[in-house]
C-alpha cells in the first residue's frame, strides 16, 4: 500500500513512522527545509521538499499510485486545496487534518473521505481516559488550546521513573503508551523506560516543555 503525506511536524512523522513500521510505502511532503531535513534523518521514507498544493509536487510524488492521501498540517486550506488537486489524480482515499472545527463541513462538503479534528480527538481521549478528579481543569480547554503530542522517550532524567511523576498535571496528562509494540493506558506505577512510545495530551503554552521534559530536547515541530 502507498501514502502520501503532506506536511513533515509532528502529526505527520508520526503517522508516517507507524506506517512505516506496518510495512507501507510512504512519501512525505513538506515545504519547510529543516522539517524535510529532520523527517529524512528520522524515517526510512521517500521525503519531497515541496508544496503539496502544487501539482508538479504531486507528480514528483506519483500521487496517481497513491492508495492514501493524507493532508496533515496545521493549516486547513492547504490542506484543503491539496485535497481538491488530489481528486483529479487518483481514487485513492483522501484523509484531511482540519484545525479549525468550524470548519469540517467545508472539507466534508468537496468529498474527503475523513477529516480528523485534533481538538476533537482530545476531547475524546479526555471522556475516556480522564478518570482522576485534578485532571479535570484540562477539560476546560478551547479550540485550538491543547493538542495530543506524540514522543519517543529519551530524557535519561525519565528512565525508569513511575508515570505518577510526571502525570497527571494542570498543563498535560500521559494518555497512552507503546513498549515493545503494545498499546497501553498507562497507570500511576508503571515505569518509563528508554525508546517508550508515548501520547500526551498537553495545553499549547506547554508544549516545547513537555517535549523537553521527555526526550531531552527543546526543539517543537510544527
Known amino acids: 500500500m502507498y501514502i502520501v503525506i503532506m506536511g513533515g511536524g509532528r502529526v505527520g512523522l508520526s503517522l508516517a513512522d507507524l506506517l512505516i ?3 507501507y510505502d510512504v ?36 500521487i496517481d499510485e ?38 469540517e463541513e ?37 479550540a485550538g488550546n491543547a493538542e495530543i503530542l506524540d514522543m519517543t522517550i529519551k530524557n535519561p532524567k525519565v528512565f525508569g521513573k513511575k508515570v505518577s511523576e510526571f502525570s497527571p498535571t494542570e498543563d498535560y496528562i500521559i494518555i ?16 518509563l523506560s528508554n525508546g517508550d512510545k508515548i501520547s500526551v495530551l498537553v495545553k499549547r503554552k506547554a508544549f516545547e516543555k513537555v517535549e523537553k521534559k521527555f526526550t531531552g530536547s527543546g526543539r517543537l515541530l510544527g
Open 21 to 23: 513500521t506496518h510495512g
Open 27 to 62: 512519501t512525505i511532503i513538506e515545504s519547510d527545509e529543516g522539517l524535510c531535513n529532520h523527517a529524512s534523518e528520522e524515517l526510512d521514507a521517500l521525503v519531497i521538499c515541496g508544496n503539496g498544493t502544487d501539482t508538479k509536487t504531486l507528480e514528483e510524488a506519483n
Open 66 to 103: 497513491a492508495d492514501f492521501f493524507v493532508a496533515s498540517t496545521g493549516n486547513d486550506e492547504s490542506n484543503l486545496l491539496s485535497c481538491i488537486l488530489v481528486k483529479e489524480y487518483t481514487e485513492g482515499k483522501l484523509i484531511a487534518r482540519v484545525s479549525n472545527p468550524d470548519h
Open 106 to 142: 467545508a472539507f466534508k462538503k468537496v468529498g474527503i473521505d475523513k477529516v480528523i479534528s485534533p481538538e476533537r480527538t482530545a476531547a475524546g481521549f479526555l471522556e475516556k481516559f480522564i478518570t482522576r478528579p485534578n485532571v479535570a481543569d484540562l477539560m476546560t480547554f478551547g
Open 176 to 191: 497512552s503508551r507503546n513498549q515493545d509494540h503494545k498499546l497501553e493506558i498507562p497507570q500511576p506505577d508503571d515505569i
